[in-house]
Each structure stands twice: as structure tokens, then as C-alpha cells.
């Protein structure tokens, strides 16, 4: 037989051996019961699976480390030390085969029995796949990392064995070898020391090291940590046992030979981790949306810089210990940032140790170290340290500190639990804030691609009234100097649209819906004085204003900065009005608030409050945001209808009912938009019904207990028909705005019905639905209670009734045939009125509609949070989506949904809870039952096998 024919045959035929060995015994069964049952414990008690609320299988994986010490530890305890004990280790020993192929066949056969371990814990995430849904590269790359400890650990329990004959004192030293590359690199042990110390420790345990994969990354240098921490045991091993053979210890050539090699391989072994340090980029994220590694957005940003961009790091060696296991993970970050582009420069520097760098971090950024307060059970201190990330492109800069980059949430067992919230959209925001910034400092027309044209159709100036002949000599001086600043990538015309016939207004009336303009209803002075301004694909309407120059330049610098892709853009909502006396008194406000909202949008545009009564859009609105509107004027419609004529995008959240608080009850009244009919004009009607769904989120009920006599009022949070919990099918993830986003909530939704005709002329999205377990209801009694199960009494219609629609292309005004309010414009000293009506929207414009009043609303999304974080973070982070998307902007949209939120379970009753889990522990204990059948039919075969390759060996040794 060949050598390496003889090393495959010998190394897998001691390996079926121990492992037929191994499940002979009733420790094995025990061995698969303790380690199943401890994990389904841990996954469903300990880290409080359904209270956690989060659809992974990161429980799982949590106490691993420190689970296979003890598990490994036990399987190998006997490997050696029996064979010494029992006298057998001489035959081992004088037996042709070479020893590393009994070191490495044990080994196989461990490593067998730790996979089938790891196998009967897949209940676990198929249950949760089933649930609701999930990511399956984090899992493989954590059942991979999970199998790459279980090798470490077992050679390190083979080494143990191997020094002595007791298996008791083989267990102790081998979880003793085992803790001590765990706990050297645990926060706990490396908060003693500085950052940097400390993430050499970290980067010698096996628990820092296994969780980098169990994250869903997998990288070469941990891939081969666990692959050299095995190797270098398995090595010592065959080199005690290889000192077993040796008469003394006297210093013979072979004896030394054996130890030069030997020290040399484990060295080798050992430095190439180091040298492994440099590559980077060795590694493949497995997370669906590659969420560990920088997006091409993010990429896209890196290469608009036309100078060098500063991205520094503040962090102290001394920090809070929470914040400590964030540094590494942020310092690797901002390496990809440095890679990505050669005018990225990435500094990490600690303040404290570097006072010129302090003085001028506090002098210039702004950037002070923040005091923590540290305690324990024996005393109390205050540290303070930094946590910043300083991002300055030019002279423009923006400043991150631990609010801005971390998530606090309250773990289900009382502790605090902080992660990064999401580095890589904070950082590129930062960076798309300060290139922004530097650009609108210089000339607009850097950041635009494609020339700009601009045409004012004007009537002579014998037909226009006195004011508009002088603004239009105003025009013409601003469009001058526009041209100059442009140069050749922008040009402008005046036509007058009643010269040769008349053909131009035709073509204005069939294209644009312009009309001609009058100065009162009833004047026969008409005229025309329109701004229209684009690029070959996108066009915009320039608003008059009121008539000033300065007003004319403002609204024209907003148009072009449309089509840069530097510029901030600017918001206008317009959300109803809030009495803040009656608020601070507690009493009941049936008008929905929207702060929360207005602060998150605010984090990356410009939020203005708008108000309609004069019958116009602010010039510089790139998108309008109307939120709970309510008996909305005819003025308020006309402005709203002529945005979107203009080629606007209007984003509504309307519905016939609002939820409010009465007398402690919550009730349904009704709520009059005023856009009913100018909603069904566009082909969009909202039923006056209310949407029930099994499938929904939960809401805070009051529920009394009868505890030895006492009734007790306790709040629980139980499934609420009327919290849509939107996921899955129901969200149309092939649309942009809804990419990636895991789920949403829809409270107090009605169901919206388009008209059959619209996709004729307008291209419609199916944004959100609800789930085909919904029906309709149109009780005004919404009351939660917890006497009688709401979710059960919804009956499935199984219909998925529309909940939020899209409409893109050429809009028809509601007013082309209506008689429209007239506006004043001018200037307080010069002001008259003009009926004017667009009567025909570009092919840009854009109408969004959901039909909720609440959905994003204060008090909806402080209950979403109080259920789970993420729920209340989806719901804005698709408006800001939707922002995006609305502005033509990809933006951040393609990083703020990734991995920052995970997807959530659906609502369960305690019952189902208690199925799910007592079926995983019945599917464990038939895996045993079936591992152990296995085993039966294949004991007999495998002693056959190792009987005939030991004659077979002695054969042709002889």
C-alpha cells in the first residue's frame, strides 16, 4: 500500500473506530442529551428568545465558546489517558502505523461526534426560518465557526489526555487550557488594560475569534486561528506521545531532530497568524445584503471626493466596558473606508495619550471626553473617554460621538445590551453631509452632469400686467448672471407662446397643461407667464413667487440644485397643528403628532413646515410630505394638485378614521381629509372601512389577575388586529423604497382601491399590503382588552387588501375643468391677483399614498418601540426611502435598511410559544434516537473494518 494511500485508509478507519467506540457508550447518548438540552435551554430561556423579539439564531451560538470547554473537555478525557491507564498505550505505541495517524484519526473521530452534536441543534433555525423568516449566512458561518472551535477544543482535550493517566485530571487541565484562551480575550478580563493590549488578547481567544464569524463574516485570519490552534496541539500530542518511546531523555540526534521540528512547525504555525494580520480583505461576508462590507453606495460617495477626506477615530484605551468590544469592530470599519479610496485617510488616535490632538479635538471639533461612571459590587469610579469619529472634507466638517454610533436596548434579562446601530449609514452620512457642505460653498453647477436649459413662456409685455413687465427685465438680469456661473452647461430662452398662431400654446396646453393666466376670474386680460426649466429626461416648474428678484434667484438656485447630486434637498411637510397647552395638562389630543418624524428626516434634509392657505408650494420643496391632513380648504387642494402638476412628488398618509383616547377608551372617529374627491379624481379611493389582521403586531392591554383574592391590573402586550404587521409577500421588495426592509407597522389602516384605467397612463406600485388572514370591519369600537381574543375573531377574507400605492408618469389636474382659486402674488406693496391652473403634470411627478393617519405618528411609534426597537425604526426608515426615491436621489437608501434592524417574530400566544419549543426538544431527542440506530447497524461493520486493516498493515510491514 502506498504511503498516502495507507495514511487516508488508517486515518479514516481509526476514526470510524473511535467513533463506533465513542456511541457504544451511554455517555455518548448522554453527551448529545446534555449539550442539546443545555443549547435549546440557553436559545429558549436563557437569552429569552421570544423576548428578545429578533428572528436569528444568535442565542444559540452566544454560550458556545463556553459550552464546548466542558463538552470537549469530556469527550476526549479518556482518549489517551484510558489507553495509558489501561495498559493498551504500549500496543498504540509499537504498531507499524505511524502515531500522528492515531492522533489525527482520534481527532476525525471527535470531530464526528461534535458534528452530529451540531446537527441535532438544526430544529433550532429551521423553527425560526419557519416563524419568520431568515438570514441563513450568519447561521452557516456560525454552524462553521461552532465546528472550527469544537476541532480547537478537541485537540487542545487530545494534548491533556495525552499527559496523563487520569482522565479527571485530563478534564481539569484540558477546561483549564480551554478557559484560559477564552477568558483572555473576554471584555471583562481586557477592560484591565489599554485598547491596544487589548485587542492583542482579543485576538488570541476563541470566544472574540468565534464570534467575528458567527456574524455571518468569514475571515481568512479567524478561519485559520482556530485551523493552527488545532494544529499546534494535535502537534504537541503525537510529540508526547512520540517521548513515550524513547528509553531517557538523554539528547540523541532523533530526540533532538523531534524537538527542532516540532518547535519549528508550532512556530510556523503560530507566526503565520501574524503575518495573516495584514490581509484585510481575505474574507467573504455571507449576510444577505452583504452587510459587513461597504456598499456601492457608500463606494459612489468615496469617489465624488475631489480632495483628500479626514476620517479620525477618538477612542480611549480606558473606556466604559461596553463600549470597549465596539472599538475593534469601528476600527475595522473605518479600514474599508481607507481601502475603498486612495483619498480616504483613516487615523485612529487616542486623545489622551496625544495632548496636542486633544487640545485641538476640544479647541476646533468641539469634541470633549464624556465621564462613565464604572462600579461594582466593591467600589465605584468615574472614567472619562473618548468615543468620536471626526469626519472634514475641505474646511467642512461633521462630528460622531457614542450617541450618534451606538444602540442601547434592555436586554430580556435586566441588563443593558449596546451594539453598533449602524456605522457604515452614519459615516457615509456624515461624509454626503460634508461634501454637500462643500460644494454649496462653491458653484452649483460642479455637481450637475447634464446641461440645463430653462425656458420662460412670456406673452408680450402689452398683454402682461404692469408688475410682471418689470419682473420679467428682473428675469432676464437673473438668468444672465445664471448663465455666467453655468457657462456653456446653461442656456434659456423667452417665447412667447402667442407668436405664429399660436402653436406654442397649444403645445403648452398638451404637454405641460398650461393655461392662460388671468388677472381675476372674471377679466378678459389673459396671458402667460410660465418657467419651466430641465434636462432632456426631467423637467421642473420655476414658481413666480412673490415677484421679488431675490425670491426669482432662490427659486431657481432650488430648481438646479434638483439636479445636483451634492446639495441637501429640502422637505416641506405639512402635518396638522398640535395644542400643546392641552398636551402639557395630559389631556386627550385627537390630532396625531409627528416630531419623531420631523427629527428623523431632519438628520439628512431640510424640514420646513408648509403651509398651504395661500394656495402655493414653497419654491425651494423638492418633495411635499402631508401627514393626517384634515378638512383641508379648496387653497390647500389647489397648492397640493399644482405641486404635483409642477412635477412634484407628493407622499400623503390619509385615511377616513383616526384612533384617540377617550375616557381611558380607544375609539375610532371619523376624519375628513378634504381630499376625498381630489383622491378619486387621481384614481386612488380609500374605503371608509378598517383593516383586522391575524397577522399583527402587539399593543399594551390591560389585563386583571386574580392573585389569593386580590384583583390586579397588569399591562401586557398582547396581538392587536388593527397593528398590521406587514412582512414577507406583503411588502413588494421589488420596488427601491421597500428593498431590504424586513417588515413594517400599519396601525389603523384603511384599504385603498385604484381605478382599473390608471395603469393606461400611469405606472402603479403595489407598495405594502396586508395579509390574506385580514377582513374589513367598520365598528368604530377599537378597544383592546384582554378578556377576549381579537385576533381570533378576525375571519380571513383572504383578500390582500391595499394598504399603500405608488403612481408615477402624467397626472390631469383635478382643476383643468374647474373653476380655481385665485392667488396674490407680488410684494406687499404690489399685489394682485392671477387665476392661473397647470393642467397637465410631467411625466416626473409622482403620487404616494398610504392609507393610515398614524402609521408614522408619535404615539404609534413610541408603542412600536415598546415592543421592539426595530419595528419603529423601519417605519422611518422607509419614509426616508421614500424621500430618497421622491428627490431622484439614491442617497443612503441601499445602507439604511442593512443589517441595522432585524427582521422581528410575529405575534404568538404563550400556547404556540410553548409548542414551538417543546417541539424542538422532540425533534432532538428522535435525532438521538436516530444517531443511536445509526451507530447500532454500523458498530459491527466498523470492527470488521479495523480488524481486517490492522492484519492487512502487519502483512505488508512483514
Same mark, same amino acid.
Not at 503525537?238 to 521540528?261: C, G, K, N, Q, Y
Not at 399591562?715 to 423604497?737: A, E, I, K
Not at 397637465?840 to 404616494?848: E, G, H, M, Q, Y
Given at each position: 500500500?502506498?504511503?498516502?494511500?495507507?495514511? #487516508?485508509?488508517?486515518?479514516?478507519?481509526?476514526?470510524?473506530?473511535?467513533?463506533?467506540?465513542?456511541?457504544?457508550?451511554?455517555?455518548?447518548?448522554?453527551?448529545?442529551?446534555?449539550?442539546?438540552?443545555?443549547?435549546?435551554?440557553?436559545?429558549?430561556?436563557?437569552?429569552?428568545?421570544?423576548?428578545?423579539?429578533?428572528?436569528?439564531?444568535?442565542?444559540?451560538?452566544?454560550?458556545?465558546?463556553? !459550552?464546548?470547554?466542558?463538552?470537549?473537555?469530556?469527550?476526549? $478525557?479518556?482518549?489517551?489517558?484510558?489507553?495509558?491507564?489501561?495498559?493498551?498505550?504500549?500496543?498504540?505505541?509499537?504498531?507499524?502505523?505511524?502515531?500522528?495517524?492515531?492522533?489525527?484519526?482520534?481527532?476525525?473521530?471527535?470531530?464526528?461526534?461534535?458534528?452530529?452534536?451540531?446537527?441535532?441543534?438544526?430544529?433550532?433555525?429551521?423553527?425560526?426560518?419557519?416563524? +419568520?423568516?431568515?438570514?441563513?449566512?450568519?447561521? &452557516?458561518?456560525?454552524?462553521?465557526?461552532?465546528?472550527?472551535?469544537?476541532?480547537?477544543?478537541?485537540?487542545?482535550?487530545?494534548?491533556?489526555?495525552?499527559?496523563?493517566?487520569?482522565?479527571?485530571?485530563?478534564?481539569?487541565?484540558?477546561?483549564?487550557?480551554?478557559?484560559?484562551?477564552?477568558?483572555?480575550?473576554?471584555?471583562?478580563?481586557?477592560? %484591565?488594560?489599554?485598547?491596544?493590549?487589548?485587542?492583542?488578547?482579543?485576538?488570541?481567544?476563541?470566544?472574540?475569534?468565534? @464570534?467575528?464569524?458567527?456574524?455571518?463574516?468569514?475571515?481568512?485570519?479567524?478561519?485559520?486561528?482556530?485551523?493552527?490552534?488545532?494544529?499546534?496541539?494535535?502537534?504537541?500530542?503525537?510529540?508526547?506521545?512520540?517521548?513515550?518511546?524513547?528509553?531517557?531523555?538523554?539528547? @540523541?540526534?532523533?530526540? &533532538?531532530?523531534?524537538?527542532?521540528?516540532?518547535?519549528?512547525?508550532?512556530?510556523?504555525?503560530? &507566526?503565520?497568524?501574524?503575518?495573516?494580520?495584514?490581509?484585510?480583505?481575505?474574507?467573504?461576508?455571507?449576510?444577505?445584503?452583504?452587510?459587513?462590507?461597504?456598499?456601492?453606495?457608500?463606494?459612489?460617495?468615496?469617489?465624488?471626493?475631489?480632495?483628500?477626506?479626514?476620517?479620525?477615530?477618538?477612542?480611549?484605551?480606558?473606556?466604559?466596558?461596553?463600549?470597549?468590544?465596539?472599538?475593534?469592530?469601528?476600527?475595522?470599519?473605518?479600514?474599508?473606508?481607507?481601502?475603498?479610496?486612495?483619498?480616504?485617510?483613516?487615523?485612529?488616535?487616542? *486623545?489622551?495619550?496625544?495632548?496636542?490632538?486633544?487640545? @485641538?479635538?476640544?479647541?476646533?471639533?468641539?469634541?470633549?471626553?464624556?465621564? %462613565?461612571?464604572?462600579?461594582?459590587?466593591?467600589?465605584?469610579?468615574?472614567?472619562?473617554?473618548?468615543?468620536?469619529?471626526?469626519?472634514?472634507?475641505?474646511?467642512?466638517?461633521?462630528?460622531?460621538?457614542?450617541?450618534?454610533?451606538?444602540?442601547?436596548?434592555? /436586554?430580556?434579562?435586566?441588563?443593558?445590551?449596546?451594539?453598533?446601530?449602524?456605522?457604515?449609514?452614519?459615516?457615509?452620512?456624515?461624509?454626503?453631509?460634508?461634501?454637500?457642505?462643500?460644494?454649496?460653498?462653491?458653484?452649483?453647477?460642479?455637481?450637475?452632469?447634464?446641461?440645463?436649459?430653462?425656458?420662460?413662456?412670456?406673452?408680450?409685455?402689452?398683454?402682461?400686467? @404692469?408688475?410682471?413687465?418689470?419682473?420679467?427685465?428682473?428675469?432676464?438680469?437673473?438668468?444672465?448672471?445664471?448663465?455666467?456661473?453655468?457657462?456653456?452647461?446653461?442656456?434659456?430662452?423667452?417665447?412667447? *407662446?402667442?407668436?405664429?398662431?399660436?402653436?406654442?400654446?397649444?403645445?403648452? /396646453?398638451?404637454?405641460?397643461?398650461?393655461?392662460? $393666466?388671468?388677472?381675476?376670474?372674471?377679466?378678459?386680460?389673459?396671458?402667460?407667464?410660465?418657467?419651466?426649466?430641465?434636462?432632456?429626461?426631467?423637467?421642473?416648474?420655476?414658481?413666480?413667487?412673490?415677484?421679488?428678484?431675490?425670491?426669482?434667484?432662490?427659486?431657481?438656485?432650488?430648481?438646479?440644485?434638483?439636479?445636483?447630486?451634492? %446639495?441637501?434637498?429640502?422637505?416641506?411637510?405639512?402635518?396638522?397643528?398640535?395644542?400643546?397647552?392641552?398636551?402639557?395638562?395630559?389631556?386627550?389630543?385627537?390630532?396625531?403628532?409627528?416630531?419623531?418624524?420631523?427629527?428623523?428626516?431632519?438628520?439628512?434634509?431640510?424640514?420646513?413646515?408648509?403651509?398651504?392657505?395661500?394656495?402655493?408650494?414653497?419654491?425651494?420643496?423638492?418633495?411635499?410630505?402631508?401627514?393626517?391632513?384634515?378638512?383641508?380648504?379648496?387653497?390647500?387642494?389647489?397648492?397640493?394638485?399644482?405641486?404635483?402638476?409642477?412635477?412634484?412628488?407628493?407622499?400623503?398618509?390619509?385615511?377616513?378614521?383616526?384612533?384617540?383616547?377617550?375616557?381611558?377608551?380607544? &375609539?375610532?372617529?371619523?376624519?375628513?381629509?378634504?381630499?376625498?374627491?381630489?383622491?378619486?379624481?387621481?384614481?386612488?379611493?380609500?374605503?371608509?372601512?378598517?383593516?383586522?389582521?391575524?397577522? #399583527?403586531?402587539?399593543?399594551?392591554?390591560?389585563?386583571?389577575?386574580?392573585?389569593?383574592?386580590?384583583?390586579?391590573?397588569?399591562?401586557? $402586550?398582547?396581538?392587536?388586529? %388593527?397593528?398590521?404587521?406587514?412582512?414577507?409577500?406583503?411588502?413588494?421588495?421589488?420596488?427601491?423604497?421597500?428593498?431590504?426592509?424586513?417588515?413594517?407597522?400599519?396601525?389603523? /389602516?384603511?384599504?385603498?382601491?385604484?381605478?382599473?384605467?390608471?395603469?393606461?397612463?400611469?405606472?402603479?406600485?403595489?407598495?405594502?399590503?396586508?395579509?390574506?388572514?385580514?377582513?374589513?370591519?367598520?365598528?368604530?369600537?377599537?378597544?383592546?382588552?384582554?378578556?377576549?381574543?381579537?385576533?381570533?375573531?378576525?375571519?380571513?377574507?383572504?383578500?390582500?387588501?391595499?394598504?399603500?400605492? +405608488?403612481?408615477?408618469?402624467?397626472?390631469?389636474?383635478?382643476?383643468?375643468?374647474?373653476?380655481?382659486?385665485?392667488?396674490?402674488?407680488?410684494?406687499?406693496?404690489?399685489?394682485?391677483?392671477?387665476?392661473?391652473?397647470?393642467?397637465?403634470?410631467?411625466? #416626473?411627478?409622482?403620487?404616494?399614498?398610504?392609507?393610515?393617519?398614524?402609521? !408614522?405618528?408619535?404615539?404609534?411609534?413610541?408603542?412600536?418601540?415598546?415592543?421592539?426597537?426595530?419595528?419603529?425604526?423601519?417605519?422611518?426608515? $422607509?419614509? #426616508?426611502?421614500?424621500?430618497?426615491?421622491?428627490?431622484?436621489?439614491?442617497? !443612503?437608501?441601499?445602507?439604511?435598511?442593512?443589517?441595522?434592524?432585524?427582521?422581528?417574530?410575529? *405575534?404568538?400566544?404563550?400556547?404556540?410559544?410553548?409548542?414551538?419549543?417543546?417541539?424542538?426538544?422532540?425533534?432532538?431527542?428522535?435525532?438521538?434516537?436516530?444517531?443511536?440506530? !445509526?451507530?447500532?447497524?454500523?458498530?459491527?461493520?466498523?470492527?470488521?473494518?479495523?480488524?481486517?486493516?490492522? +492484519?492487512?498493515?502487519?502483512?505488508?510491514?512483514?
Amino acid at each position: 500500500m502506498q504511503p498516502d494511500a495507507m495514511f #487516508s485508509v488508517s486515518v479514516r478507519r481509526i476514526a470510524r473506530k473511535e467513533r463506533s467506540v465513542f456511541f457504544q457508550s451511554t455517555i455518548a447518548y448522554l453527551f448529545l442529551a446534555v449539550f442539546s438540552g443545555v443549547s435549546l435551554f440557553v436559545f429558549f430561556w436563557g437569552e429569552a428568545f421570544y423576548a428578545r423579539n429578533v428572528a436569528d439564531v444568535a442565542p444559540l451560538f452566544k454560550w458556545m465558546p463556553i !459550552l464546548f470547554i466542558f463538552l470537549c473537555s469530556a469527550l476526549t $478525557m479518556r482518549t489517551w489517558s484510558e489507553e495509558r491507564r489501561s495498559g493498551t498505550l504500549e500496543h498504540v505505541l509499537t504498531q507499524p502505523i505511524p502515531l500522528w495517524h492515531f492522533v489525527l484519526g482520534k481527532f476525525v473521530g471527535g470531530l464526528v461526534v461534535v458534528a452530529v452534536a451540531l446537527v441535532i441543534t438544526l430544529p433550532i433555525p429551521i423553527s425560526v426560518w419557519i416563524m +419568520a423568516g431568515l438570514d441563513w449566512g450568519p447561521v &452557516v458561518a456560525g454552524y462553521l465557526a461552532s465546528l472550527l472551535l469544537g476541532a480547537a477544543y478537541l485537540a487542545i482535550g487530545q494534548f491533556a489526555s495525552a499527559r496523563s493517566d487520569n482522565p479527571i485530571v485530563a478534564l481539569l487541565l484540558s477546561v483549564a487550557i480551554g478557559s484560559f484562551f477564552y477568558v483572555v480575550g473576554a471584555s471583562q478580563f481586557t477592560a %484591565f488594560f489599554g485598547q491596544t493590549v487589548a485587542d492583542f488578547l482579543a485576538g488570541l481567544s476563541t470566544g472574540a475569534r468565534f @464570534e467575528d464569524i458567527t456574524r455571518g463574516v468569514i475571515d481568512l485570519r479567524d478561519f485559520y486561528y482556530f485551523i493552527s490552534l488545532a494544529a499546534v496541539f494535535l502537534v504537541a500530542t503525537v510529540f508526547s506521545l512520540e517521548r513515550e518511546r524513547w528509553i531517557s531523555d538523554a539528547t @540523541e540526534p532523533r530526540h &533532538v531532530h523531534w524537538r527542532w521540528a516540532t518547535t519549528l512547525l508550532i512556530g510556523n504555525l503560530l &507566526v503565520a497568524n501574524l503575518w495573516l494580520g495584514y490581509f484585510t480583505f481575505a474574507r467573504i461576508d455571507t449576510t444577505a445584503g452583504q452587510q459587513y462590507s461597504l456598499t456601492d453606495t457608500t463606494k459612489a460617495y468615496l469617489n465624488r471626493l475631489q480632495e483628500p477626506l479626514l476620517i479620525r477615530g477618538y477612542f480611549s484605551d480606558k473606556t466604559h466596558p461596553l463600549l470597549a468590544p465596539l472599538v475593534p469592530q469601528l476600527s475595522n470599519l473605518l479600514a474599508e473606508y481607507d481601502v475603498a479610496s486612495r483619498l480616504v485617510n483613516v487615523d485612529i488616535v487616542d *486623545p489622551q495619550r496625544e495632548p496636542e490632538l486633544e487640545q @485641538e479635538a476640544r479647541e476646533k471639533y468641539g469634541i470633549q471626553a464624556v465621564p %462613565f461612571q464604572l462600579a461594582d459590587r466593591y467600589q465605584s469610579s468615574i472614567v472619562s473617554s473618548y468615543f468620536n469619529v471626526l469626519v472634514q472634507y475641505g474646511d467642512e466638517y461633521d462630528v460622531l460621538d457614542f450617541e450618534d454610533l451606538i444602540d442601547v436596548r434592555n /436586554a430580556p434579562n435586566g441588563d443593558i445590551d449596546v451594539q453598533l446601530r449602524n456605522a457604515e449609514f452614519d459615516i457615509t452620512k456624515s461624509i454626503k453631509t460634508v461634501i454637500q457642505r462643500f460644494q454649496s460653498a462653491g458653484n452649483v453647477f460642479d455637481t450637475i452632469k447634464q446641461p440645463i436649459h430653462f425656458t420662460a413662456y412670456v406673452s408680450a409685455d402689452a398683454r402682461l400686467p @404692469e408688475t410682471l413687465v418689470t419682473f420679467k427685465n428682473e428675469l432676464n438680469t437673473v438668468l444672465d448672471s445664471v448663465k455666467v456661473k453655468g457657462n456653456s452647461q446653461f442656456t434659456f430662452e423667452l417665447i412667447d *407662446p402667442d407668436a405664429n398662431g399660436g402653436a406654442v400654446a397649444e403645445e403648452l /396646453a398638451t404637454n405641460y397643461g398650461f393655461q392662460p $393666466m388671468a388677472t381675476s376670474l372674471l377679466s378678459d386680460q389673459t396671458f402667460y407667464f410660465y418657467m419651466v426649466m430641465g434636462t432632456q429626461d426631467q423637467k421642473v416648474q420655476i414658481p413666480l413667487g412673490d415677484l421679488q428678484a431675490s425670491t426669482l434667484q432662490k427659486n431657481i438656485d432650488s430648481g438646479l440644485q434638483r439636479f445636483s447630486d451634492g %446639495f441637501t434637498k429640502t422637505i416641506a411637510l405639512v402635518a396638522p397643528e398640535q395644542d400643546y397647552a392641552a398636551m402639557s395638562q395630559g389631556l386627550a389630543v385627537g390630532k396625531p403628532a409627528f416630531q419623531q418624524l420631523e427629527n428623523w428626516l431632519g438628520d439628512e434634509w431640510q424640514v420646513i413646515h408648509e403651509d398651504l392657505s395661500d394656495g402655493q408650494v414653497s419654491g425651494n420643496a423638492d418633495a411635499l410630505l402631508v401627514m393626517a391632513p384634515e378638512g383641508l380648504n379648496d387653497n390647500a387642494r389647489f397648492a397640493i394638485d399644482q405641486y404635483l402638476m409642477q412635477g412634484g412628488t407628493v407622499l400623503l398618509g390619509t385615511s377616513p378614521y383616526n384612533a384617540t383616547l377617550q375616557n381611558r377608551n380607544l &375609539v375610532a372617529q371619523r376624519y375628513d381629509s378634504g381630499l376625498t374627491d381630489w383622491l378619486a379624481h387621481m384614481g386612488v379611493q380609500i374605503e371608509e372601512s378598517l383593516v383586522m389582521d391575524r397577522q #399583527s403586531g402587539a399593543f399594551p392591554v390591560p389585563v386583571t389577575r386574580n392573585i389569593g383574592g386580590l384583583q390586579v391590573q397588569e399591562m401586557q $402586550m398582547l396581538p392587536y388586529p %388593527f397593528f398590521l404587521d406587514v412582512r414577507g409577500d406583503s411588502l413588494n421588495q421589488t420596488h427601491p423604497v421597500l428593498a431590504g426592509l424586513p417588515q413594517l407597522n400599519m396601525s389603523w /389602516a384603511s384599504p385603498i382601491k385604484l381605478d382599473k384605467a390608471l395603469g393606461d397612463h400611469l405606472k402603479v406600485s403595489r407598495l405594502v399590503t396586508s395579509s390574506d388572514q385580514a377582513q374589513l370591519s367598520q365598528s368604530l369600537t377599537i378597544t383592546p382588552t384582554g378578556q377576549t381574543d381579537m385576533v381570533r375573531a378576525v375571519q380571513p377574507t383572504g383578500e390582500h387588501y391595499l394598504l399603500a400605492a +405608488a403612481l408615477e408618469g402624467e397626472f390631469t389636474s383635478y382643476y383643468a375643468d374647474k373653476d380655481q382659486p385665485t392667488l396674490s402674488l407680488g410684494s406687499d406693496d404690489a399685489v394682485f391677483d392671477v387665476a392661473q391652473v397647470i393642467g397637465k403634470s410631467p411625466a #416626473s411627478a409622482r403620487l404616494i399614498v398610504f392609507a393610515s393617519n398614524t402609521f !408614522l405618528s408619535d404615539q404609534v411609534l413610541q408603542l412600536a418601540a415598546a415592543v421592539n426597537r426595530s419595528a419603529m425604526a423601519n417605519n422611518l426608515s $422607509m419614509m #426616508s426611502n421614500l424621500v430618497d426615491w421622491s428627490v431622484e436621489d439614491a442617497g !443612503l437608501m441601499n445602507i439604511r435598511t442593512r443589517g441595522a434592524y432585524s427582521q422581528t417574530l410575529p *405575534p404568538m400566544t404563550e400556547t404556540t410559544q410553548r409548542i414551538w419549543e417543546y417541539g424542538n426538544y422532540l425533534m432532538s431527542v428522535l435525532l438521538i434516537l436516530m444517531t443511536g440506530f !445509526l451507530a447500532y447497524r454500523s458498530r459491527r461493520k466498523a470492527q470488521q473494518h479495523w480488524y481486517s486493516f490492522l +492484519a492487512e498493515t502487519k502483512g505488508e510491514i512483514a
